[in-house]
Each structure stands twice: as C-alpha cells, then as structure tokens.
C-alpha cells in the first residue's frame, strides 16, 4: 500500500471494531468525534487519510462507504486517492467489487442543465489488491469483478441520466432512439413500433393513455441474443416519459419528480447495455412502453371502458392509475414475441408501495414464488438494491372487480394499492408464464430527492444492478440449458 502514491488514502472503519488495535490515528478520530458510524467521514489532511465509517464489513455497507468518501472529494483540490481491499475470504470478490461501485455511482452527478458545471478533480482512484487479512487473491477474478462493476455502474448512471432528463428532452421517440443508439453500438437488436404498428398490433389501453399527448408513444424491443444461451428471459419496463395524471389530474405538490415515472423502461435500456457489454450468456429481451399521460380534448377518460390487447376489457376509473394500462398491453406483446424462461416488470407503478415499505427499497410480487425468490436473492444481499416481497390474496383480488368491464383499473379499497396493481397485471400473463412472472415496484428508489449511500439526490437507477445480479446468477446455472 505505501508503494502507491496518491494525494490521499480513503480508509473505512468497520464502526464496531473502532476501538481494534489496527485503527491507526484512534486518539485523533476520537477528539474529532469519529467513532466509524455508518456513513460518518473524518479528514485528517496533514496525514493524507480520510476515515470513512461502515456498518459491516458486508459489500452493502462497503458500497455505501466508498460511495460517500468519494462525494466528500467533490469540491476539494485532491487528484488520486487510494483504497486497500477487505477480503472475508480469499476468493471473495464480493467487497472489492462494491468497492469499485461505491466509487463510481458516489461520483455521478447530473449537471446536463447547470451553466456552471460542477468540476471533480480527482483524476485516480488506486484500488490495492493488498489485503488485511494477508490472504493470496486470485487477480483473474478479481479482474472480471473490477469489469463487471465498472460495467455495472456505468449502465447504473445511464439509466440515472435517462430519467433525470427533463420530460421535453426525453419523451417516446428520444427514448426509442437511445434503444436505437444501443443496438448500433453493440451486439443488439432493435425494433420500434410508433402509433400505427401499435394499433396493428392491438394495444388499445397503451393508445388511450398516450391520445392526449403531442409525444407520440412507442413500443421498444431491444433484444441480445448470444450463442447457446443459457435462459431465455424478458424485462418489461413502464416508460411514462411524464405522469400528469390525465384527467384525474395529479395535485402540483405530486406531479412533481413525474418525469422519473419512465424509470422502469430506463433501467431497461441500462440492463441491456450492460448485458451486451458483459457477454453474459443469457438472451435478454427488454420491452419498452414509451408514452406521455396528459389532459386535452383529445384525452381519455374515467368512465371510458378500453379493450386491451388480449381482448380482456378494463373500465378506467382512474387515468392516474395508467402504468398497468400501459403494461397491461406490453406484457401481452412481449409474451407474444417472446416465450421466455422468465418474465418480469419494473415500473414506478403505485404511491402505496412507497407508503407501504418506504423510498429505498422495491416491492416484488407474483403468482409463483420462484421469480420472486430470484429478485430478492438478486436484492440487498449482492446487488445493494433493497427488494422485499408482497403477497398476492383473493381478498384483493376481488377489489378490482367492474360492473361493467372484465376488470377495473384501481381497486375499491385506499388500502393494499400495490398489491392491487400487482394483480390488475396478473390479469394479462397467460397461461405460460403464469409461474414465470414477477412484477417489481420501483416506485420508491427510483427517484428521491436526498442523497442515500451509493445514491445521488434524483434518479437512483433502480433495477439496474438488481437485474445484472439476476442475469449473472442465471447465466451461472447449468440447469436452463435450451
Ligand atoms: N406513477 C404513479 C405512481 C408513483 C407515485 C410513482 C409516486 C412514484 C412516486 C402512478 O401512475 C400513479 O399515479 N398511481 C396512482 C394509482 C391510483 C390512482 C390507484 C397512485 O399511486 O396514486
Ligand atoms: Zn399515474
Ligand atoms: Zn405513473
């Protein structure tokens, strides 16, 4: 480590081995207030040391850590630093991967629209492979985890620019052209559909909700296709470029931050850049609802009833409630297209799961607990995206029920919205992908309006890295060979 010269070293503190013999500079730290708290940072510039507090010594917290310590740099005058590696385990790559994340997704911010732009000085980061613990690490692996991380992380603050764009530079047929700009640029292929195809193809509730915006929507296949894949799987992602909430017109203190309401088809985009840049031996479908809700003449309405694309007919009772509108649709296009070994959809979909388990963590829902499983073992554990589970019941079930129309698009109860959205969409998976589906609410983490760990105020991309950790883990299997 001191054969690295850098203007700083970064070094994190597990916040309960503080008082451990090895925490150099103790008395100091200790005079300055710093004991290791999570997150907490001390800068002792004489020494070239910046002490930065984790929780644990697990990927998560070490993430968050890194992520923090690097936005402490902004603004000041330092050009390298220097982190060492915290192994539990020879071969564990898991810390040292977080650590390359924490660097990369702490140093993101979005200036696009700032006259003056905010300037990072800090031109390396050394990460050392010396170890505290003294274990020989293996560098094969340790290289495809700094590849894996950097690739992960750049698709992460993609996904972060993409739904950080304001709703007049990034509408429908921006976003078909970024999935356009993506097949160009790797092995990936690319379909469009604009309103007349749409029409062709039935997908009357999606058209409805996009009829009063000058954005004409679009549906986006964007497809990698390895040799001999390993599964076959399908992300289905909600892309309303903005949510006004339509004739049921949101308040002005909430149709604010609904630009961030195409996080779902945004983490799309960033999953398939990265899983062609990764080569991962998994074929990958994203599918893209690209739509603008808006008021007019010309808007749809509560009371009107919409026949979707698998002839099921839902009375809208609410055009607020438009993302399982326009899913409803798109997932019945992408089983058409695609028969997938698993299925699943993000989307900003409901308020209540942000009422219901916060702004920092997903909800995952479905009809069989396997997809499920998957997503959360995909969650905190390794990927740092918190996932918990939501369980579908006949009881909410029968909240969606219409006079009128096979189904109602919001429930009769204030309560159990998410779950309830969850099963307005199960309505339209078909009998084959029945215990393939899982549904994931990003409605909380995409986009909060404080910095949190790894996350900048704004877009956090949420999905991305949940997703990646997904397809990695599949395309680890022996068990889905075509
Ligand atoms: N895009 C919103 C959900 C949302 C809310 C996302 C807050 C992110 C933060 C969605 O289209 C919506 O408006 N849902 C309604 C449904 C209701 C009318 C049944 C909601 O959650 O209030
Ligand atoms: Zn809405
Ligand atoms: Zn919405």
Known sequence: MDAITADLEIIIVIAKEFEHPFVQDANILKQAGFSGEHESICLLHEKGRLYVGSESIKSKDIRAAAAVAIRTLKGTQYESVKIANYASHPKCTAVFRAMVEGVLLGAYHFDNYKSKKSEHKL?????????????????ESFEQALNRAKIGANATNYTRDIVNTPPDDCYPEVMANLALDLAKKYELECTILKSKEIKKENMNALLAVARASRHKPRVIHLAYKPENPKAV?????????????????????????????????????????????????????????????????????????????????????NTDAEGRLVLADLLCYAQQEVTSDYLFDMATLTGACVVGVGNYTSGVMGNDPMPTKMVLDAGAGISGEMVTKLDFNHYLRKTLK???????????TRYGGAISAGMFLAEFIDEAHKEKWAHIDIAGPAY?????????????????????RLLEKVSRREDHQQ
């Not at 704004?458 to 949940?466: E, I």
């Open 448 to 468: 909060v309006e404080h910095t949190w760990g790894e996350n900048p105020s704004g877009a956090s991309g949420a999905g991305v890295r949940l997703m990646l």
């Open 233 to 317: 799987i399908s992300i289905v992602g909600k892309g309303l470029t903005y949510d006004s909430g339509g004739l049921s017109l949101k308040s002005a203190d909430y149709m604010v931050t609904m630009k961030a309401d195409k996080s779902g088809g945004s983490a799309v985009l960033g999953i398939l850049k990265a899983v062609a840049q990764m080569k991962l031996p998994v074929e990958v479908h994203g599918f893209i609802g690209a739509v603008e809700n808006m008021i007019g003449g010309d808007a749809y309405k509560p009371d009107d009833v919409l026949v979707a694309k698998n002839g099921k007919t839902i009375e809208v009772r």
């Open 402 to 412: 219409s006079d009128i129309a096979d189904i109602s698009n919001v429930s009769n």
């Open 123 to 139: 031109r390396s980061v050394t990460l050392s492979l010396q170890e505290y613990h003294g274990y020989e690490l293996e560098p």
